[in-house]
């Protein structure tokens, strides 16, 4: 199949590895936004969240905690930003979740003031109806 991350399990495409097992592979972003940007897939081929079990969830759950206690051993992070794209603003099609430390001074900014939003009322109204 031709998917950049099982590739990249299978070792054809190499990647700075900081944790893997028999079910996940944990590596980091080519292209961090912080020092120590890295990002958990599994390693069945899969594309977004609709496709995990909890089984999964529940070992990713596992690792996620894992490497943030290797990160603040290690980087002094100070806090963990966890982020998952599915389909529209997902650039990789195999499922992977980001890990991003956070630092005081990182100035790192995931969400940005929108100017053109519905108010809440109207949103939650469609939700719920
Ligand atoms: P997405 O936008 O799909 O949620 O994120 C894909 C991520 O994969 C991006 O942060 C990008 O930097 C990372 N990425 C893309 N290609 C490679 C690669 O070949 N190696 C590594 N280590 N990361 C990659
Ligand atoms: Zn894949």
Request: with cysteine; glycine share 4%; net charge negative.
């Amino acid at each position: 199949m031709d998917c950049l991350f099982c590739k990249i399990i299978a070792g054809s495409i190499p990647s700075k590895t900081i944790y893997e097992d028999e079910t996940v592979k944990v590596f980091l972003d080519i292209s961090p936004n912080t020092n120590g940007h890295c990002l958990i897939i599994p390693k069945k081929h899969i594309v977004t969240v609709e496709e995990v079990d909890e089984e999964l969830a529940k070992h990713i759950l596992k690792v996620e905690k894992k490497i943030y206690q290797i990160l603040k051993d290690k980087l002094n992070i100070e806090g963990l930003t966890i982020v998952q794209n599915n389909d529209l603003g997902q650039e990789v099609k195999h499922y992977h979740i980001h890990l991003i430390p956070r630092y005081s001074d990182d100035n790192w900014k995931m969400i940005f003031h929108q100017e053109s939003l519905l108010n809440i009322e109207e949103i939650h109204h469609k939700i719920m109806n």
